[in-house]
C-alpha cells in the first residue's frame, strides 16, 4: 500500500487522474487530504465531478499561518503514516502539503516518491520553490514531467532515481475535456466575443495596495479584448475591498472548479494570472498569458511565445512554437503507475 499525501485544488485533479491509473495497475493508494485548500469550490469537489472516488483520510488543517499550518501537518502526518505503515509516500508538486508529507516520510523511513520533480523558478523567495528544493533533495524517486526539469536535477546533482513521465495535468485535460463546462454564475450571453480570463491570488500581489493595484493597472492597459472575467479569491476579494481598489469594469465571479475554468481557457483571449498551475493549463488550450511574476517555473511556455513575464522585455513571438510538444504524450499517470510498481 502506498500513501499519497496532498491538498490543493491542482492536487485533486492530478490525484484523480492517478487514482484510476493506479486502479488499472492494481495499486493499493491510500489518499489523503490535508485541508489546505478548505473552500468548496476549491476542494474535493472535484472527485464528484471526474466520477472518481473521494479521499480516504480527510484532515482540516487550512486557514492558518503558513509555519502553523506545516507543524500542524507534520504533527498529524506522523500519526498517521505510523498508523498505516505505508510501503512509500506519495507527495505531488510544490505545496506545504507536499514539504510536511516529505519531511514525515523520511524522518520515519519510508520511501519517498515525488511526483512533478525537478521544476526551479530560480526565486528562492517563493515558497513553492523552497519546497520543492528540498523534497527534490529528500525524495527516493523523482517523476519529472519535462526535459528541463531533468537537467534542473542533474545540475544539482541529483540523477539516481530520475524519471521523465509527462506532465499528470497534460492528462487530465486529455481525459477529461468532454466534460469541461461553463460555470453556473455566468450566462454565454453574459461574455463577449473576445474576453480575457483574470487571476490573482499570491502574496507579492496582496501584501500592498500598491503592488494589487499596480497588477490591476497593468491589466486595464494590456487588455484589448471586450470583457475581462476576474476569478476572484476569497482572500484576493479581501484585499480588493480592504485597499479600497476599484474593479467595476471588470465582470467578478468567483473561484471555479477545474471543469469549469478548463472551458474558461478553451474559449479566452487572453490570461492575465500570477498562478503556476493556470499558466501551464493555458498552454495545453493555446491560451495567450502573461503571467504576473517575475519568474516562472514553466520556461517551457515562455519558450513557445504563448507565454511571458510581465516584467519581460522580450517581445512576445507571434509565430507560436508547439512543434516539440513539452510535457509528454498525456499517459503520465500510467507511466507513474508503472514506476511505482517497480519500486514497492
Not at 485548500?37 to 486557514?63: A, C, R, W
Not at 493555446?286 to 515562455?302: H, M, P, Q, Y
Amino acid at each position: 500500500m502506498i500513501l499519497t499525501i496532498m491538498g490543493t485544488r491542482p492536487q485533486y485533479v492530478k490525484c484523480a487522474v492517478l487514482r484510476s491509473a493506479y486502479k488499472e495497475a492494481g495499486i493499493n493508494e491510500v489518499l489523503l487530504d490535508t485541508g489546505q485548500h478548505y473552500d468548496s469550490n476549491m476542494s474535493t469537489g472535484i472527485f464528484k465531478q471526474l466520477n472518481v472516488p473521494e479521499p480516504d483520510i480527510k484532515l482540516t488543517l487550512g486557514g492558518q499561518s503558513q509555519c502553523t499550518a506545516i507543524g500542524s501537518m507534520i504533527i498529524e502526518l506522523e500519526r498517521i503514516v505510523n498508523e498505516l505503515n505505508p510501503k512509500a509516500v506519495v507527495v505531488l508538486g510544490d505545496t506545504n502539503s507536499t514539504l510536511a508529507g516529505g519531511l514525515v516520510a523520511k524522518r520515519l523511513g519510508k520511501p519517498l516518491l515525488h511526483i512533478e520533480a525537478g521544476l526551479r523558478s530560480y526565486d528562492k523567495t517563493m515558497p513553492e520553490e523552497q519546497n520543492r528544493i528540498v523534497i527534490d533533495h529528500l525524495s527516493d524517486q523523482l517523476f519529472c514531467p519535462t526535459q528541463r526539469a531533468i537537467k534542473n536535477l542533474k545540475s544539482e546533482g541529483l540523477e539516481d532515481g530520475v524519471h521523465f513521465t509527462g506532465d499528470v495535468m497534460f492528462d487530465a485535460v486529455h481525459k477529461y475535456r468532454a466534460l469541461f463546462v461553463r460555470p453556473d454564475d455566468i450566462s454565454e450571453s453574459s461574455l463577449k466575443t473576445d474576453f480575457d480570463l483574470v487571476t490573482l491570488h499570491r502574496a507579492d500581489a496582496l501584501v500592498s495596495q500598491d503592488a494589487l493595484q499596480a497588477r490591476i493597472n497593468y491589466i486595464r492597459e494590456c487588455s484589448l479584448a471586450k470583457s475581462k472575467l476576474f476569478l476572484v479569491h476569497p482572500h484576493t476579494a479581501k484585499k480588493l475591498k480592504e485597499y479600497n481598489i476599484d474593479v467595476d469594469d471588470f465582470m467578478c465571479i468567483g473561484p471555479q472548479g477545474y471543469l469549469e475554468t478548463q472551458w474558461l481557457l478553451s474559449r479566452a483571449n487572453h490570461l492575465f494570472t500570477d498562478s503556476g498551475g493556470m499558466q501551464k493549463e493555458a498552454f495545453f488550450h493555446n491560451c495567450k498569458t502573461t503571467t504576473l511574476r517575475n519568474s516562472t517555473e514553466w520556461e517551457e511556455t515562455i519558450e513557445s511565445g504563448l507565454n511571458s513575464l510581465w516584467n519581460s522585455t522580450k517581445v512576445r513571438s507571434e509565430n507560436i512554437n508547439k512543434t516539440q510538444y513539452p510535457y509528454g504524450s498525456g499517459q503520465a499517470a500510467d507511466i507513474i503507475a508503472s514506476l511505482i510498481l517497480g519500486v514497492i
